[in-house]
T-cell receptor, first 114, second 117 residues
Framework: GNSVTQMEGPVTLSEEAFLTINCTYT??????LFWYVQYPGEGLQLLLK?????DKGSNKGFEATYRKETTSFHLEKGSVQVSDSAVYFC?????????????FGTGTRLKVLA | DVKVTQSSRYLVKRTGEKVFLECVQD?????MFWYRQDPGLGLRLIYF???????EKGDIPEGYSVSREKKERFSLILESASTNQTSMYLC????????????????FGPGTRLTVL
């Protein structure tokens, strides 16, 4: 079945450091891939998405490239800020599954220190 | 802006009580979802609905039921609450898209943190 695996946290970085959060997936079809962010006390909100191989999603300085050959969708940011402290979820949705279900990873907590 | 609201941010109930969690979205979305979020387990799908009065089981439906009498409202029901249902519950919705909503983002509510004593 479909699944998403992302690196365990917490990840602690100093402000202006480079961020990578790894995400790999397994899917039977051609999934769309997403990164969601959850700030403290809030629900999840979409950060970026990519719907086909080699697409790059980007938003707020974050980027992720859909790599079909390595089944990966790693999240990167060149210079993190304290305000980026949150939990990040990788997710997929697969048309071939024939349902409207999304599969989420377990989440990676990021803490950025000033 | 799409808004998804949940009836309570925090809820404390006793074992055996019947619990209702309400979710309302204001953007005429066809599809609505209930998840629970637990540390180390991420989000797990309980139930979803793609139309009024339609529902499908997710990955962990045991001990839960749902109701979708109106398009904007999707209720999660814990028939007899147990301590292992203590969790954060998240509601989400997506608009329709040709071929299904699977490429759309999910819009989430703020969550209800439920404690069952």
């Amino acid at each position: 079945g479909n699944s998403v695996t992302q690196m365990e946290g917490p990840v602690t970085l100093s402000e202006e450091a480079f961020l990578t959060i790894n995400c790999t997936y397994t899917a039977t079809g051609y999934p769309s891939l997403f990164w969601y962010v959850q700030y403290p006390g809030e629900g999840l909100q979409l950060l970026l998405k990519a719907t086909k191989a080699d697409d790059k999603g980007s938003n707020k300085g974050f980027e992720a490239t859909y790599r079909k050959e390595t089944t990966s969708f790693h999240l990167e940011k060149g210079s993190v800020q304290v305000s980026d402290s949150a939990v990040y979820f990788c997710a997929l949705s697969d048309r071939a599954s024939g349902t409207y279900k999304y599969i989420f990873g377990t989440g990676t907590r990021l803490k950025v220190l000033a | 802006d799409v808004k998804v609201t949940q009836s309570s941010r925090y809820l404390v109930k006793r074992t055996g009580e019947k619990v209702f969690l309400e979710c309302v979205q204001d953007m005429d979305h066809e599809n609505m979802f209930w998840y629970r979020q637990d540390p180390g387990l991420g989000l797990r799908l309980i139930y979803f609905s793609y139309d009024v009065k339609m529902k499908e089981k997710g990955d962990i439906p045991e001990g839960y039921s749902v109701s979708r009498e109106k398009k904007e409202r999707f209720s999660l029901i814990l028939e007899s609450a147990s301590t292992n249902q203590t969790s954060m519950y998240l509601c989400a919705s997506t608009p329709p898209l040709a071929g299904g909503p699977i490429y759309n983002e999910q819009f989430f509510g703020p969550g209800t943190r439920l404690t069952v004593l």
